[in-house]
């Protein structure tokens, strides 16, 4: 079984470095914050979703580290 640990988002660049965004519940929203750039959004829907394409587009970060 695959834990998913549904508070932070973490994929790896392809220098293995690690990024991770941090998911906070804020009353009905979600606040997602950046630990590698500061970059910071507010999501009511799949915040995951949002998290992933920020890892992606700014830090060129896909790699799941919980399915390697
Ligand atoms: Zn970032």
Redesign the pocket.
Known sequence: MTRIDSSKVSRWDLHGRE?V?RVRRTGAQRTLS??????RRAAQFLPWLKAEE??AE??QATVDPTVA
């Open positions: 990024h965004v950046c630990d590698t750039c500061g970059w920020h890892l700014a830090h």
